[in-house]
């Protein structure tokens, strides 16, 4: 718990020249007496992109503080324009009033504050240097962003705790880690359990088809086709042999009977011939199917 409580910031000169002081009302509540004194200071923030061009304007040291409500005004300087750049000077920035106690911060009210000339056609056109003297802040003191953050008091029972607190009726209950490992144990056996049963009807489905599955006709149909095949190749080729022989004779009666007209003989050589390579073509045909 916070020992101070900051209950009200009013800004007393705002709209102002931006070459002008800042003056704040604070209000807090100090909720228990205090050995220190607490610091109060605010800082401009002169550029967006880095904090080293950040000014501290001006810090207070308030105390002793009596418990109970208080009240005082703060005034800072305005900032030095001069270490700021050119293009940082106008347009919005962020002023921080912040308070700490013992050196450490417990508080931070952040306020956005516009920086523009006091007249329109400056605003529109602006020089390319900044002319302070016509330049106007506006604070919008209706949005402040207030932060806050534990610290350590005067006490160490005040000190924000570094680890989580001592629970003695959680150290009580009793462990449930073997329950938990039980039923994990529970779980994985049933799981095995139906993968088995699976595996097995898997494997019953699988007899019964070798059972009622007949033997592999086509392999054997392969074969008894092959067979035939060679049988009536064998068929053809004795057959070719008989008729070989045959003409054979024939041509031999054919030489021997001189009385035979020459006209004749050559048909029949001719008819001869013809019929012996068509009958060859169609025997390699059939040894090649």
């Not at 050119?86 to 450490?104: A, E, F, K, P, Q």
């Not at 007249?119 to 003191?141: D, G, M, T, Y």
């Not at 008819?271 to 169609?282: D, F, R």
Request: glycine fraction near 6%; include cysteine.
């Amino acid at each position: 718990m916070s020992a101070v409580s900051l209950l009200g910031v009013k800004i007393l000169n705002n709209p102002a020249k931006v070459d002008a002081s800042y003056e704040f009302e604070i209000t807090f509540e100090c909720l228990e007496q205090l050995q220190k004194d607490l610091e109060w200071k605010l800082t401009y923030v002169g550029s967006a992109t880095t904090n080293a061009h950040d000014q501290e304007l001006d810090s207070l040291l308030v105390g002793p503080i009596p418990v109970g409500v208080n009240k005082f005004v703060f005034e800072a300087d305005p900032p030095d324009f001069t270490r700021i750049l050119d293009n940082d000077v106008l347009g919005v920035t962020v002023i921080l009033l912040t308070c700490s106690y013992d050196g450490r911060e417990f508080v931070r009210v952040g306020y956005y504050v516009n920086n523009e000339y006091d007249s329109p056609e400056l605003n529109e056109a602006p020089p390319a240097k900044p002319v302070i003297e016509k330049i106007r802040r506006n604070v919008l003191a209706e949005k402040p962003r207030v932060t806050k953050f534990a610290i350590k008091w005067d006490s160490e029972e005040s000190a924000p705790a570094e680890f989580p607190p001592d629970q003695p009726e959680a150290d009580a209950v009793e462990d449930d880690g073997a329950a938990y490992g039980a039923e994990e144990a529970e779980e994985e056996a049933e799981l095995l359990a139906a993968a088995e049963a699976a595996e097995k009807e898997d494997d019953a489905e699988m007899a019964g088809a070798d059972d009622t599955a007949g033997p592999p006709t086509v392999d054997i149909t392969a074969e008894e086709d092959d067979d035939a095949g060679s049988e009536d190749l064998e068929a053809e080729s004795s057959g070719s042999d008989e008729e070989e022989e045959e003409e054979e004779e024939e041509g031999g009666e054919a030489e021997g009977d001189e009385d035979m007209d020459m006209g004749e003989d050559d048909a029949a050589k001719a008819h001869g011939s013809a019929a012996h390579p068509h009958h060859e073509a169609g025997q390699d045909t059939m040894m090649v199917h």
